[in-house]
């Protein structure tokens, strides 16, 4: 099987050689005016010339056309010039010479053809060119156009007008006009249009003339170049009104841009041949279009249609009337005797033959002139221009009922195709519908793709159908074979006619495929998760507060509390008389021992007060501002508190990819991206070293990469783990998964497109149609439902997230400690006091420790009553009473002062 195809395979290849080697080379010579015109939507000679030939070579089989070209300069350089272009392509071998434009140029070239026997082609207007057997001139000729001029003019009756022309071959062109006008008695007037020597050429002097002369009727004659300037200055001076009627002989007039006219309802009407709905010239336009896309076929001038005509209706006479294979090919130069013996036989099949070409009818008559021709009559109206009539030599001039609009089918029109669409299953661009009922074909998909391809085909009106690429790859370039993987691949193969993803516009893809407008615009940035939290700090309540402000507040609480104890010892009016109802006291107390003291300024502090009062003016002042400052304190500590507690501190790893690539190693971070991607492919071979150390680890850790955006996800959200990924899929995901987000900014700047094979004609048609989409806003309410909106969209935004977290216990844990730290201490206190109250009933009592703690345990047991044995000094006869009276005992050892009645149980119960 595999021999087999391999001899097929040569044998094919083999013929196809043989055939080439077979081909008779025919060299067609032309003498083009060298283009100045930089606009790529224009048609230049030579490159219709040239786009002619290689339609030809398509077609025929056994003769090969090969272009030989000489340049001419605008401006004529004079016969000598003429006659050495002329010349180098006789001694080319060139069989047919095509050109000049220049008419001083014309008969050199004329001439030599003649003596050399070499078909000599015209596509311009000559006064008169029947003088050479060798000429075929395309153009329409002269008397036969001024008839169509005159079936015009008699139409609309005119009874005078006025001849605008521009130099004297427009006067040529209109003098036979001119006479047929006096003959039936029509007032003519004749004016030049170009006046001064001014770069721009200054039409006004001579239009307002013609405005102040009252004639509403114009003829206008002037290069197609020209004419638009004319109409310009012609609408400057007011003639652009209903009153005034314009006929234009150029038969360009539907190439130059009319619509400052349109609506200015002046009566423009001209005459054109190539008819924009005629069959062939959509074929021809079709193929040039395919070699040069940007091409305006509404640009397309009578002299560019009638050259491609005329190389086709030559090529066609020399493939099929001459017989090729026994053609003698004689080496002519120009300075030798010896001449082609094909020029004059071509020129004759030319002449004596019919075609059907972009310009029509192609006839030449007895004289050997183009007849026969149809013309189309066109008018400017408000929707552009308009077809009213048609003109012939055989039928004269026939006027529609109706005017026919001038819309040019375009012959890359989607309408009724039907594309193979390949795509892939990645979020949101395309997904399987989520439903219980089995779906099929084109239903089983929904995402934005498939909506913006919908949207295309509603626009376009072709028809598509899905293909899914299952591994996911939008294409990258195997450099050792230079082959495409992926939809890039499958669009190169044939295997889909478009492909439509989450698929970047790149450099490299571009010189593969095509692509439309970009739909999407993006750059490449970095997905992982949200900066983790710290546990709060132990002592998070200390916060709202530095350290020095802690540290003052307890000086000034020392300070504060030593001020009282010392300003109330020497204020007269803090001692005060224990017994009021004692007139004279025997001593006076001061309440503000320095243990008070010190209570009394953490009552305060703790904002609890005590029973403690200053009674002193000095006192109370100190007391005051005590009281002020912590009223400023509390106040500060209370409003920050709150947000000091709720403040998480975050843990961020890195900002952006500068501090991604400074860390990684260190915090343990891996990176990566989807495999063989765009994104994968933007960071190969790139100078900067940060992309460098990137590409290095893609390079090393093929682990780190993924399948597809989803699996990045996913370890995005669970592990250390940066995601380098399209910013428009990050928009997409942290819609979604909350705990990601976007790192830095975007690293690049780039699009998606549809892609298609290279040099697709439809390429224009769909970005035109999404360009329109973006300007309508389409394109952005689709994103916004498939972003935002559907599968989950919208939520992570305006969530709980910005809302103010719950303190948890870990917030303020520190305080709960610090509450049981200070039991803990008093429990220690407590039971050191308790001891030395029991060392110190031993020394004044005598009373044995173990006696004084027995007692001690006793009354603690009895939870039932709050009051215990005052403890005396144990008499000789042992009598423990402890409710006997005793002049100098009292519980706090007190000195002895008046009566002081003894508690006792009893008396509390009572
Ligand atoms: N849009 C990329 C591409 O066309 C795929 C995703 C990526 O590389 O981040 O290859």
Known sequence: MWCFSLI????????????EEDRKEIFLGGIFTESSDLDDSVLTDEEAFNFAIDIANREYTDVKFTAVIEESDARSNGPFDSRLKSCSLVNQQALVIFGPKNEEEIDIVQSICDYKDLAHVITRWVYNSADYRSVINFYPHSAYLTSAYFSVLMLWEWKSFTVFYEDDESILRLADLLNLAKNEGIIVTVKQLYEGLNETPVYRTTLKEAVRSGEKNFIIDCKIENLEEVLIQAQQVGLMTSDYNFFITNLDLQTIDLEPFQYSEANITGLRILDPLNEMFHVKAGAILRQKPNFNLMKM???????????????QVINRKLSIKDMEMVDITCNSPKSSRHGYTIANHVKTSKYDEMTGRIEFDGNGFRSNFNLDIIELTQEGISKIGTWNMSKGLVMLSHKVEDVVEDPFSLRNKTFKVITCLTDPYCMLKETS???????RFEGFAIDLIHELSLMEGFNYTFILREDKQNGDKNQSTGEWSGMIG????????????DLTITAGREEAVDFTSPFMNLGISILAQKPGTAPPSFFSFADPFALDTWIMIALAYAVVSVSF????????????????????????????????????????????GTELAPIGVPTRMVAGMWWFLILIMVSSY???????????????????????????????????????????????????????????????????????NKDGVKLAKTE???????????????????ELQQYGGLLDDKGYGIAMRKNSTYRKTLSTAILKMQSSGQLDKLKRTWWEEKRGGGQCVGGGDDETPALDVRNVEGVFYVTI??????????????????????????IPIREALNNEKKAFIDFSSNVKPAPKAKSKSGSKSSGESGKTNNNTGAPTYGFIPTITKDTLDE
């Open 638 to 708: 209370t409003a920050s508190l709150a947000a000091f507690l709720a403040n998480e501190n975050t843990i961020t790893l890195f900002t952006d990819v500068d501090t991604l690539v400074e860390n990684y190693q260190e915090k343990g971070i891996r990176m990566g991206a989807k495999a063989k991607g765009a994104t994968e492919g933007f960071f190969r071979g790139k100078d900067r070293e940060v992309y460098k150390t990137i590409a290095k680890y893609m390079e090393e850790h093929r682990e780190d990469m993924v399948g597809d």
């Open 720 to 738: 250390n783990y940066a995601f380098f990924m399209e910013s428009i899929s990050i928009e997409y995901e942290t819609q979604r998964h909350c």
């Open 301 to 315: 001038r009578t002299e560019t249609a009638l050259l491609i005509d005329a190389v086709s209706v030559i090529t």
């Open 565 to 608: 104890f010392i300003l109330s010892r020497i204020c007269p009016d803090e001692w005060t008389n224990p017994y009021p109802c004692v007139e004279e006291p025997e001593f006076l107390i001061n309440q503000f021992s320095l243990s008070n003291s010190f209570w009394y300024a953490v009552g305060s502090l703790m904002q609890q």
């Open 490 to 501: 499958d669009v190169i193969d044939g295997v889909a006619d478009l492909a439509i993803a």
């Open 8 to 19: 097929v395979f040569f044998v094919t290849c083999s013929q196809f050689l043989a055939q």
């Open 821 to 846: 730290g200070g039991t803990i201490c008093a429990i220690f206190l407590v039971l050191l006091e308790f001891f030395a109250s029991l060392l110190k009933l031993k020394k004044k009592y005598k």
């Open 437 to 443: 009922i089995q779906l099929f074909g084109n239903d």
